[in-house]
C-alpha cells in the first residue's frame, strides 16, 4: 500500500511542489460573459495515458506527457469560465465548513462525476461513494480545526488522520487515506458553482500534475511537475493493487482564510482486509 505523504510549499503568488501530493490555490477568475449553464466535465487529451502517468508518478514524466498535462489544463475549463451548472447553484449560499448532508452530497457526487469521467477514459472501474468514509472525511476535518492544521502548513496532519482512523475502525498507521486541495477565501459563504469550480480547479490540477496557484500560469512547463495525486486518483502507483477502486468522501475545513479541501479515499483491497479493517463500515 502506498503512503499519502506529500508536501507542497504554498504561497498565493506561487506553488513550488516538493514532488508530494497537497495543492493550493487562489479563488479562480471567471471570464466575463453572458452566462451560460452547463454540467461540467473532464476530458483528458491524447496522449495521457495509464503508462505515461506511471513513468511521471516515477519522476520520469515525458515532454509528450507534459505536453499533453498542459493540453488538459487549457481544454478543461469549466474553473475558469462563464459556466454553471445551473442557476440554483449560482443562488444558492453555503457556509463550507457547515455543509448540510445534502450539501455535502452533492459536493461529493460532483467531485467523484469528474474523477469517474477521467477514470473511465482509462478504462478502470468506478470510485463510489461512501456513508462510512463520509463520516471519516468530517472527522479528519475536525482534526484539522481542532488543531489549527490546513493546507497552508505544507503537509497532512497525520496524527490527526491516524486517530480519525482508528475512530473509524481503520487499523492505519500513516496517510493511507488523504489527498488534499485548497483555497483562499475571507468569505465565509460561498455559492455552490464557487465551490464546484474550486473543487474542479484542485482535481484538474491533481490530474494535470499542475503546480501553479491558479489559471494564470498554466502555460509554463516548469510548473507541471507532481504527479503523485494522479497515481492515487486513478489507482497507478506499481502496486499489486493497481486498476481497483476507492470508496469516498469528502469534507472542508477552515483555518485563516484558508480552505483546505479533504479529498479522502479508503481502497477496496483495506475494506476487505482483515488486518486494515477492524470495524470500518462503507
Known amino acids: 500500500m502506498k503512503k499519502r505523504i506529500y508536501l507542497l510549499f504554498i504561497s498565493l503568488l506561487a506553488c513550488v511542489s516538493l514532488g508530494l501530493t497537497t495543492t493550493s ?4 477568475p471567471v471570464q466575463a460573459a453572458s452566462k451560460k449553464y ?27 506527457f507534459i505536453k499533453a498535462s498542459m493540453a488538459g489544463m487549457k481544454s478543461n475549463d469549466f474553473s475558469r469560465n462563464n459556466v ?6 449560482d443562488t444558492t449560499m453555503v457556509n463550507p465548513t457547515k455543509l448540510t448532508a445534502k450539501q455535502n452530497k452533492e459536493l461529493a457526487d460532483f467531485t467523484l462525476r469528474i474523477i469517474n469521467q477521467a477514470r473511465s477514459q482509462l478504462a478502470l472501474p468506478k470510485w463510489r461513494y461512501s456513508k462510512g468514509t463520509t ?7 475536525s482534526e484539522y480545526t481542532k488543531h489549527k492544521k ?6 497532512h496532519y497525520v496524527a490527526g488522520i491516524v ?29 455552490m458553482t464557487s465551490l464546484k ?11 494535470f500534475g499542475y503546480t501553479g496557484p491558479n489559471e494564470k500560469f498554466i502555460t509554463k512547463t516548469s510548473l507541471y511537475r507532481e504527479w503523485e495525486h494522479a497515481g492515487d486518483l486513478f489507482n497507478t502507483q506499481g502496486s499489486t493493487h493497481d486498476g481497483d477502486f476507492n470508496y469516498f468522501g469528502l469534507s472542508i475545513s477552515l483555518i485563516d482564510h484558508v480552505y483546505s479541501l479533504h479529498f479522502i479515499s479508503v481502497p477496496n ?14
Request: positive net charge; proline residues 1%; aromatic residues 10%.
Open 25 to 28: 490555490f487562489t479563488s479562480q
Open 38 to 64: 452547463a454540467q461540467a466535465k473532464l476530458v483528458l487529451p491524447k496522449g495521457y495515458t495509464r503508462d505515461s502517468l506511471y513513468k511521471a508518478y516515477q519522476g520520469k514524466a515525458s515532454k509528450t
Open 84 to 89: 454553471s451548472e445551473s442557476k440554483q447553484d
Open 135 to 141: 463520516k471519516l472525511a468530517a472527522d479528519i476535518a
Open 150 to 155: 490546513g493546507i497552508q502548513n505544507g503537509n
Open 163 to 191: 486517530r480519525a482512523c482508528k475512530k473509524n475502525g481503520l487499523n492505519l498507521n500513516d496517510n493511507y487515506v488523504e489527498d488534499m486541495a485548497g483555497f483562499a477565501s475571507k468569505q465565509k459563504t460561498l455559492s
Open 197 to 207: 469550480k474550486d473543487i474542479y480547479f484542485g482535481l484538474k490540477q491533481m490530474i
Open 269 to 282: 483491497f483495506v475494506v476487505n482486509s482483515k488486518t486494515y479493517n477492524r470495524n470500518f463500515k462503507i
